[in-house]
């Protein structure tokens, strides 16, 4: 049951197609096999969007576990991202930092990927403390890098955690948020 389960948030399971829906339906789900993994969210699924060097997630102990040194990931080893990839058979995808100097060195021209993380941690739905791009400038460059036939046999992970409910609470409960930063590099 679990092995048919679509991961949509964190720890939540949504869509259990042994338990509803047509006879149909449930058996396209079955044979769907995704051959990419796209990620939006924060620091529970980045696998290392932040490339700044004196940043918390490049240092220890983060990485000492997994991959064995900091890469970026907000974790001592492996974070969301890579035990669902590993769960439906798929390569981790690669960081969105990664392909965008990626494509900049080859001229726009792509190459065969197996999905992008375009999380960033310590963001939010909204904007947060920190100037990375939150959930709709995760979509917005979705959109942007991403074919639409890259979209028909591909499967997407989104985490929404508690950035949002820091940030408001951080503010003593406003919603004034300042302007939206642009976030390019």
Request: hydrophobic share 30%; proline share 5%; charged share 20%.
């Amino acid at each position: 049951m679990l092995k048919e389960s679509i991961f949509i948030s964190g720890s939540n399971v949504v869509g259990q197609p042994g338990e509803q829906g047509s006879a149909g339906h449930n058996d396209l789900i079955r044979e769907f096999r995704p051959k990419k993994l796209y990620v939006f969210g924060d620091s529970y699924v980045d696998t290392g969007n932040i490339g700044i060097s004196n940043y918390s997630s490049r240092k220890y102990p983060y990485g000492i576990t997994f991959p064995g040194k900091p890469s970026g990931r907000f974790s001592d080893g492996r974070v969301l991202t890579d035990y669902v990839a590993r769960y439906l058979g798929l390569k981790p995808p690669i960081p969105f930092r990664v392909l965008f100097k990626d494509l900049k060195r080859r001229q726009g021209r792509k190459k065969n990927i197996n999905g992008v993380n375009f999380a960033y941690g310590g963001t939010g739905v909204f904007n947060t403390s920190v100037s990375f791009p939150n959930m709709t400038t995760q979509i917005d460059l979705f959109h942007k890098f991403i074919d639409e036939t890259d979209i028909q046999s591909s499967i997407a992970l989104v985490s929404v955690s508690g950035n949002d409910y820091s940030f408001y609470l951080a503010r003593n409960g406003s919603l004034q948020v300042s302007a939206k930063r642009p976030y390019m590099s």
